[in-house]
């Protein structure tokens, strides 16, 4: 089997680390932010050095291309992003633009002779920390999101529109170059696992079958506000205490649809918010994933079924955006078990319970992820951490999986 | 008995709620502000155009006199304030004013022959909305705050300070003029209930025994953020989980402790509050109120038999101030029934949950609060209302129980 180089894939993480870094650890790294257009420009130097041709298209997508050996075969692709959430870590998504990286480098130093071109992408904007929503780009190119609206997004916290950050990167291409299905016919996307699951059960791969079908509610709750002091317990209609009872409820009734059902209640706001005042009104948010839909169905019946009225508050609820579970590509699937069981590396077929670009690309091209394990299960945070045996392992199995999808596409 | 003029009271009420009057009802009129300063100046205007001497003492406290027909004796005093909250109503505070003020016209209109001066007060800054804490200058007069202190308090959400407030505000008297129990020797408050006891009872008057004690603490559930879609729901240590258990828990245990206990969670804090991301960390208020320190004693020992851990997240909590059960004085009380029930009005004897001035100057002076009803319950809101009626009988005890202490003391 064939092998990254080891201590290059350690040096290029370490090397775009410094894009961002934030003292005692991690960056901070947004969506073509200054440092962001560093790490671009560190990524154009490096493929360019490679002899690879660096494209970019009307969103400022990346796309470095090494020639196969057949005229006129399709690339295969694989890549993920650069930006980072506000005090993320040194993983999530560059890790998936460098094992691509490293392993083009591998296939240009060591002459491996591919028949297909193939790809090492970057993604503009797919944590949607700095221009809402996450996955923007790839959200465009899938006709997911209007480009107009999304041009016209202005920056969270600021002034600047997602348009006039593209403009001043310098990083607008030709719509041309956009990932397509004519001169693409694959999409590897590696990614750190973000979960605990791989790390708890000791493995070293996951072979990432899907992206969970997930539901977004708001549950509300309102009451009457009344003064802490003067109002006795049987007269309040308390909303703090409706939903907190409401999301007890969830946890009993959620938690007993399946083992692997995840749901959140992440996100709460209660009205006025004075220590002194019964709360009239509190609105929380609820987020459930599964990759079996008839399941996240389960999930919708049993917030349909909630009581109208808790403790005297009347209870309503707003569904936001969901989505069907995604199902990647059998075939790439495959070749990521079989490589990575001749590697003798340990894996599972696993959900992403994250949403990634590789869900839109999976219903344009062939697609597949790869996880590696996150320490403690944890991202989007500065203490984001995989192991360099883990980042390397995680790339050979790409590199692999490429060699063999470049045999049968 | 001797009665208020039903029609002057409505009008006194109706003209103040000129000053900082919301379009649709109620009133901003936070303390030393202008609309709080325009109402000052007619209230100077009406104690003067009665023949009353109006004097200002170093914080801006107003008192108004009228002299009394024994030279020599003490001055009886009775008021509230004039501030508001951000969107209050026309009765908190300027209600105990204005029938204090309504009582001083119908004595002197009357010749009504009193041994003892009386005393029409503003109280500044109780609310405390603009300038923390509330009850701000009873507590400087009763040494419960230092005045330096106090006067470099900047206002909520602004840049002045409230000694340039009281600077400005051109009412800066006499330290000497401070409330004390050489020149003073009662106080009576009038004030809205702010509950909804009265009104639910069919009773005219409350005869206030006292001001509830009070414990406050802040509880603190600390777990473990991750990514809602990665982390399967036995690995979390979700505090918002833990938190709406411990609210469920407390409603329960505090609830069993007595009937006329009264608890809020009415503030909420949870990080990182994205609905996407497990919280960890979750802070909410608890505010305990009752006549029996006994009571207040048991809430205690629940707080402090609260678990350590909670579904994984550490419990803790922060004590915040406190205040013992306030009584107020057995004479005042008793003439304040006494009057109530020869007027032919329903009254009980009850406790105000909310602080009052009054709780501080019980301990200088023997004080009694009176109060009348709270439609549905409700103040510190646009549509806090009492009626012209509930109003007059209020005023009509006072001036009965303000002519029964003028015998005694």
Redesign the interface.
Known sequence: MLEVNRERMHEKLSAFSKFGALEGGGITRLSLSEPALAARAEFKERVESLGMILESDDIGNLYATWPGTVEGLPRIVMGSHIDSVRNGGNYDGVYGVLASLEVAETVITEGIKLRHPITVMIWTNEEGARFEPAMMSSGIVMKKFAKEAMLAVVETGGTVTFGEALEASGWIGDEANRLNDRDYCAYFEPHI?????LE?EGLDIGVVAGV?G?V?YDIILEGV?????????S?RK?A??A???V??DL?DKL?ALA??????????T?RP???????NYVK??L?A?HQDMNIVGKVVDVVKALPSEVYGCKLSYEEHWGRKTIQFDERLLGYLETTTKGLGYSCKRMY????HDAQYVSELLPSAMIFIPSKD?????VVEYSSPEQAWRGANVLLNALVEADQSF
Chains 1, 2 share one sequence.
């Open positions: 696992e973000q979960g605990p699951v708890e969970v997930m977004n506000s009344s003064h802490a002091g003067t109002t006795p317990q007269y308390d703090l205490r939903a907190s009872k999301v007890m946890w938690g083992d692997d059902l995840v749901f959140t209640m992440g996100e709460i209660c918010n004075i220590h002194t005042v019964v709360p929380f948010s987020d994933r992403s319970g994250a949403g299960g944890l991202s989007h945070t």
